[in-house]
C-alpha cells in the first residue's frame, strides 16, 4: 500500500503548491489520525488529485500560510458536521453528481500536470489557462526529454496496470526514470532536498486578521473533504463483505486529521479513493493497514530523503496523468449518460462546471439542476381527475331520468400524488375550468403530500367555485394534511358548511341532498 501511495503523496504535494514534502506528511499524519479516529476499517487518507484542485487557487491568493489556516478550519468544520450528525445525508447525492464531479476532477488532475509534462515554469489560478500558457511556453523552447518521462512512466503504469494489476507499477516506472535522468545528460526539474523527517509543530501560520477571508475556502475545503470521504467509505463498503463504515465517526477522524495536519506543514486531507480501492484488494480488514502504510512513509522520509529528492517532477507528471486516467470509469459515464435525459444533463453539467469553477460549485450546481429536475418529475405523477358516478354511487332509489340528472349536477375529481408548489399551478388551471354544475366533490383520499402553496391553491379553488355558485364537498383528507389545509385557511369555509367528509360514499350522499334541494 505504502509503495503505491509514495508517488501519489509526492506528486499531489508538488501540485498543491506547497512541496512534495507536505504531501509525505499529510500522508503520514492524516494517515494515522484518520484510521484511529474515523468511521471506516478500510478507509486510507492523505493528499488527493480532488483536494489539490482546490487548494492551487488558495495557495496563489493567501500563500503556504493561508493554506495551512484553511486546513485547521476546515477541521474544525469538520468534526462541527460530526457532531452534527451529517454524515447520513451523503446518500442523497445522486449518482450523475458523483460521476460528473470525478470525471471533472479527473480532467482537471490531468490539466494541471501539463506545465510539468513539458518541463515549463508556469503558474496560475484556472488550469485551462495554465496549460494553454505551457503549451505556448513549450512551443518556443521544446523540453523533449521532460516530454519523454512524463509519456512513458504514465503508459507503463497503464499498460503494466492492465498487465500485472498487482504490481505497483507507478514506484516501477518513477524509480527507471530517476535512474534514467541521473545516468544521461537529461536536464530536467527534480523535486528537490526534502527534509530528514517531519518539521516541528508550529503555530506560526495563525493570523487572525486573515481569518475571514480564508472562512469561504475552508468551507469549500470541509465540503470536498467530507464528500469524498464519505464517498470512498461507501466504496469501500461495497468492495468487501461485512464492513459498514459510520459517517459521523469517519467525518470526526478527517476532522483531528485535518487539524493536526497544518501542525506539521501538510496540505488538508482527506480519504483517497484509489488508495482506498488498493487497501481492500489487498486484502485489509482492519485499521492497522492504514496506519502500517503511513509509518512505512515516514520510515521513507527518515532514510530514503536524498533519493526521493532526485524523482524529476516530470516522473510525477506521468503518475499523475495516468491515475487521472484510470478515474474515469467509462462504463459508469456512458450507462448514467444513457439512462435518462435529467441524469445526462446532471452529469454533463457537474463535469462542465468543475473544469470551468471549482469542485463546490460543481456539486452545488449539480444537487440544485438534480433537484429541479426531480421535483419536475415528481409534480407531473400529480393528477385531477374527473371520476364517473355510477347508479351504486347515488343512495336511494332513482329513475332513469332522475339518475341522469343527478349525474349532469354533481361532478367529482380525485386528486392522485403530490400537490405542492411544482403541480399546484397546474391543478389549478385544470379545477377553474369545472363546467357548470352544482356541486363538485374533492376526493383527496389519495394525495401523497401537500404544502402550503398547495393549501392555499385548494383555497383559492374552493373560492372561485363558490363565487360561481358551485357547491364543494371534500373526502378523504388525511390527518397529517389537515394542518397544512388549516394554514392557510383552505378548507374553513367548507367545513363551516359541514361539508367536509371522511369518505366519498358520504360525500356524494350529501351532494344527492343539495341538488334535490
Request: without cysteine.
Amino acid at each position: 500500500m505504502a509503495i503505491v501511495a509514495l508517488p501519489l503523496a509526492l506528486g499531489f504535494g508538488q501540485t498543491s503548491g506547497l512541496g512534495a514534502e507536505a504531501g509525505l506528511v499529510t500522508a503520514i499524519v492524516a494517515g494515522v489520525l484518520a484510521a484511529l479516529f474515523g468511521g471506516s476499517n478500510l478507509q486510507v487518507s492523505g493528499p488527493t488529485g480532488a483536494m489539490t484542485v482546490v487548494l492551487v487557487p488558495i495557495v496563489a491568493q493567501h500563500g503556504p500560510a493561508g493554506v495551512l489556516m484553511v486546513g485547521l478550519l476546515a477541521g474544525l468544520l469538520l468534526m462541527a458536521l460530526a457532531v452534527a450528525r451529517a454524515g447520513r445525508y451523503m446518500r442523497y447525492v445522486p449518482a450523475p453528481v458523483v460521476e460528473g464531479f470525478t470525471v471533472g476532477i479527473a480532467v482537471v488532475i490531468a490539466l494541471q500536470q501539463v506545465p510539468f509534462a513539458l518541463g515549463v515554469d508556469v503558474h496560475g489560478e484556472r488550469v485551462i489557462g495554465v496549460a494553454f500558457d505551457a503549451i505556448v511556453a513549450f512551443g518556443r523552447n521544446p523540453d523533449w526529454g521532460a516530454v519523454g518521462i512524463a509519456v512513458g512512466v504514465a503508459a507503463v503504469m497503464l499498460i503494466g496496470a492492465r498487465w500485472r494489476p498487482v504490481i505497483p507499477f507507478s514506484l516501477v516506472a518513477v524509480a527507471l526514470a530517476t535512474i534514467l535522468v541521473e545516468m544521461t545528460s537529461l536536464t530536467t526539474a527534480h523535486i528537490g532536498d526534502l527534509p530528514r523527517g517531519l518539521p516541528l509543530p508550529s503555530l506560526d501560520f495563525l493570523h487572525l486578521s486573515e481569518l475571514s477571508h480564508l472562512i469561504g475556502p475552508a468551507i469549500a475545503v470541509a465540503a470536498l473533504a467530507a464528500l469524498e470521504s464519505l464517498l470512498s467509505a461507501t466504496v469501500a463498503d461495497g468492495m468487501s463483505v461485512g464492513q459498514r463504515h459510520d459517517p459521523d465517526r469517519e467525518l470526526f477522524g478527517q476532522g483531528v486529521a485535518n487539524i493536526a495536519v497544518p501542525m506539521f506543514g501538510g496540505v488538508p486531507a482527506t480519504a483517497a479513493i484509489a488508495r482506498t480501492a488498493v487497501n481492500v484488494r489487498s486484502g485489509a480488514t482492519s485499521r492497522l493497514a492504514a496506519i502500517s502504510h503511513a509509518l512505512v512513509l515516514a520510515a521513507v522520509v527518515f532514510a530514503l530523503a536524498p533519493l526521493v529528492g532526485k524523482i524529476p517532477l516530470a516522473a510525477l507528471a506521468g503518475v499523475l496523468i495516468a491515475t487521472a486516467v484510470r478515474m474515469i470509469e467509462v462504463g459508469s459515464v456512458h450507462a448514467l449518460a444513457r439512462s435518462t435525459r435529467s441524469d445526462a444533463i446532471v452529469l454533463v453539467l457537474t463535469f462542465a462546471a468543475t473544469v470551468v469553477f471549482d469542485l463546490v460549485i460543481a456539486v452545488l450546481l449539480g444537487l440544485a439542476v438534480a433537484g429541479a429536475l426531480a421535483l419536475r418529475a415528481v409534480a407531473k405523477q400529480a393528477r385531477l381527475d374527473q371520476v364517473p358516478l355510477d347508479a351504486d354511487d347515488l343512495p336511494g332509489e332513482h329513475s332513469d331520468e332522475e339518475h341522469a340528472l343527478l349525474v349532469e349536477h354533481i361532478v367529482a375529481y380525485r386528486i392522485d400524488g403530490p400537490l405542492f408548489f411544482a403541480a399546484a399551478h397546474r391543478f389549478l388551471l385544470e379545477l377553474s375550468e369545472v363546467a357548470d354544475v352544482q356541486v363538485v366533490i374533492l376526493r383527496m383520499s389519495r394525495v401523497t403530500t401537500i404544502d402550503a402553496t398547495g393549501a392555499l391553491v385548494i383555497k383559492d379553488a374552493v373560492d372561485r367555485l363558490t363565487a360561481r355558485g358551485v357547491k364543494v364537498l371534500i373526502s378523504g383528507v388525511k390527518p397529517g394534511q389537515v394542518q397544512a389545509l388549516d394554514s392557510v385557511g383552505a378548507i374553513a369555509a367548507v367545513r363551516a358548511a359541514g361539508h367536509v367528509f371522511d369518505t366519498t360514499p358520504e360525500a356524494i350522499s350529501a351532494a344527492h341532498q343539495l341538488v334535490r334541494r
